[in-house]
C-alpha cells in the first residue's frame, strides 16, 4: 500500500479550509469546532512524522510510518478492528472457504498476550494437546508480546509439511512448554453427524462457512434415513464454535424456526442496520432440540443459541458463552489491502445484547474435556477466554428500541469421517440426551403445572 505525499497535503488543506468556514448560527459554530480539532490532531501527527524522519536513527520512509500509525490507531479501538496489509488480506479470505495451511488454532489477544481460545478438531495443534487459554508467549524465537493478532497468525500458518515451536505458559504449571508442531492442510469439516440412538441425533457445527447450511440440511435427512423414522429429538453442538460467516448463521437458524426475527444489527449508519427472518419453507420444527455451548462458542454461534433460545425452540445447554456481539466489515483500499472494522452490535429477537456477557443457558452444567490426571477441572475451567477479558472490549449498550414493524469442509481421512462422539465420556451430551428422551413427559409435567386447580 503506497501513502503518498501529494494525499496527505491534500487532506490537511481540505481540514483547513473547513475549519476557516464560517457561516453562522450555534450549530455551525459546533462543527467549527470539531473541525478545528480535528486540524489541529492532524497537524500534530505530521510534526511527529516529520520528528521521527529526520531524527530517527535509521532512515525510514513516509510509506512505512503511515502504514504503522494506520496499524496503531484501528488497534486503539478494539479487539477486532485491525489493518490488513495485502499478505494478511489474502490470509483472511481463506477462513471462510475453510482450508489453509497451518496449526489449527483459534486465538484471541488477552492483555496484550496471545492466547488460546480454542483449538481446532482433529488439527496439528488439538493433537499436541494446546488447550483453550493456553498463552503462547513465542513463535519460534520471537515473543509474541504486543505483536499483533494477525501478524501472529501470519507467522503461524505455513506450507504443508513444515515445522514450527511455539512456547506455552499454561496456568497451573511451573514452566513454559516448548511444543513443536508440524503444519498441516487444515481442512475444516464444518458439520458431522451421529446417530447417537434410534430416533435421537447430533449434528456438530466446527465453523460457520460457505457450505454450512446446505450440509446441516443434508445430514438431518441422512440421519432419518439411517434412524428409519422421523427425529424424536436432535442435539446440536456448537461449543468451542469461533463463529464465521452471519449469513450461515442466520440459514442455520431458519432451518429449525418458521417464523420470527433471527437476529438484527444496529450501527452509526443506516446500511449497518439490518433485521434478518426465519422463512418457513423448509423447517424442521417437528422435533426438540438441545443445544450445546461453552467459553468457546462466540459470534455466529451465540446468534443461533440466542435465535433458538428466544424462540423457545430450543433449550441451552452448557456454560456461558464467549460474548463477542459486534460485527467487522471488511473494507478494501487500494492495492489489495483492506481495514477490518466493527461497524455495529447483533442483536438477539428479544433484543438482547451479547456482548461482553454471552448467551446464558437455560441449564448451566460446567464440563471439560477429558483432561491429565495431573490437571483438575477448576484449573481447566479457569483458563476460559470470554470477549469480557479482552482489553477495549466493548460494554453493553441500551438495547435500541425496536420499531413497530418487527416481527416477532471436508476432513482430509477417511478416520476423521468415522470418527464418533461418545456420549458415555461427555456429561453435558449424555445429559442432553436424557433430557431429549424424556421431552414428552416432561411437557406433560409442566402442561399440568401450569393448569389451574
Known amino acids: 500500500m503506497r501513502f503518498r505525499g501529494q494525499t496527505l497535503t491534500t487532506l490537511l488543506l481540505a481540514c483547513a479550509i473547513t475549519s476557516a468556514l464560517w457561516l453562522g448560527g450555534r450549530s455551525v459554530a459546533r462543527v467549527s469546532a470539531i473541525a478545528q480539532e480535528t486540524y489541529e490532531n492532524i497537524e500534530a501527527f505530521t510534526n511527529v512524522l516529520a520528528l521521527v524522519q529526520k531524527t530517527y536513527v535509521d532512515e525510514v520512509t ?68 494446546i488447550m483453550p487459554g493456553d498463552q503462547i508467549v513465542k513463535i519460534e524465537d520471537e515473543y509474541t ?112 424456526l418458521d417464523s420470527g426475527m433471527v437476529v438484527y444489527t444496529d450501527g452509526r449508519l443506516e446500511n449497518q442496520q439490518h433485521k434478518y427472518y426465519a422463512r418457513k419453507n423448509g423447517s424442521r420444527t417437528d422435533f426438540p432440540m438441545i443445544v450445546l455451548v461453552n467459553s468457546g462458542s ?58 461482553a456477557t454471552g448467551i446464558t443457558p437455560d441449564i448451566i452444567m460446567e464440563f471439560v474435556a477429558p483432561i491429565p490426571n495431573d490437571e483438575d477441572d477448576d484449573t481447566k475451567a479457569s483458563r476460559a477466554i470470554r470477549e469480557e477479558n479482552l482489553p477495549r472490549h466493548f460494554e453493553q449498550q441500551q438495547t435500541p428500541q425496536k420499531k413497530p414493524d418487527d416481527k416477532s469442509s471436508e476432513d482430509s481421512t477417511d478416520a476423521v469421517l468415522k470418527r464418533q462422539v461418545d456420549v458415555e465420556r461427555d456429561p453435558q451430551l449424555r445429559r442432553a440426551l436424557e433430557l431429549l428422551k424424556s421431552w414428552n413427559v416432561f411437557k406433560t409435567v409442566v402442561a399440568s403445572s401450569n393448569t389451574p386447580d
Do not use: C, W
Request: hydrophobic share 35%.
Open 62 to 129: 513516509t510509506g512505512q510510518l503511515i502504514e504503522g500509525a494506520i496499524t496503531g490507531m484501528l488497534a486503539a479501538l478494539d479487539p477486532h478492528s485491525a489493518y490488513l496489509p495485502p499478505q494478511l488480506y489474502d490470509e483472511l479470505q481463506v477462513d471462510t472457504r475453510g482450508s489453509f495451511g497451518g496449526l489449527g488454532i483459534e486465538i484471541t489477544m488477552r492483555d496484550n498476550i496471545l492466547t488460546v481460545v480454542s483449538p481446532i478438531e482433529d488439527t496439528p495443534a488439538q493433537r499436541a494437546g
Open 145 to 256: 508480546k504486543d505483536m499483533p493478532l494477525l501478524e501472529a497468525v501470519k507467522r503461524m500458518r505455513g506450507p504443508e509439511g513444515t515445522s514450527i515451536t511455539i512456547s506455552v505458559r499454561r496456568e497451573g504449571l511451573p514452566s513454559i512448554l516448548d511444543v513443536k508442531l508440524v503444519r498441516e492442510i487444515v481442512r475444516i469439516k464444518s458439520v458431522r453427524k451421529q446417530l447417537l440412538e434410534p430416533g435421537y441425533g447430533y449434528l456438530r457445527v466446527a465453523q460457520f462457512q460457505e457450505r454450512t447450511a446446505n450440509d446441516l440440511q443434508r445430514y438431518l435427512d441422512d440421519l432419518e434415513e439411517e434412524s428409519g423414522k422421523k427425529l424424536s429429538g436432535l442435539v446440536l453442538d456448537l461449543r468451542n464454535n469461533p463463529g464465521g460467516l452471519l449469513t450461515q448463521a442466520v440459514r442455520v437458524s431458519d432451518l429449525f
Open 298 to 355: 462466540a459470534s455466529a454461534s451465540e446468534i443461533v443459541a440466542g435465535a433458538l433460545q428466544d424462540h423457545k425452540r430450543a433449550l441451552v445447554l452448557g456454560t456461558q458463552t464467549f460474548g463477542k456481539g459486534s460485527v467487522q466489515t471488511i473494507l478494501p483500499l487500494e492495492e489489495n489491502s483492506a481495514i477490518r472494522l466493527t461497524t455495529a452490535r447483533y442483536y438477539t429477537p428479544n433484543g438482547r445484547s451479547i456482548q
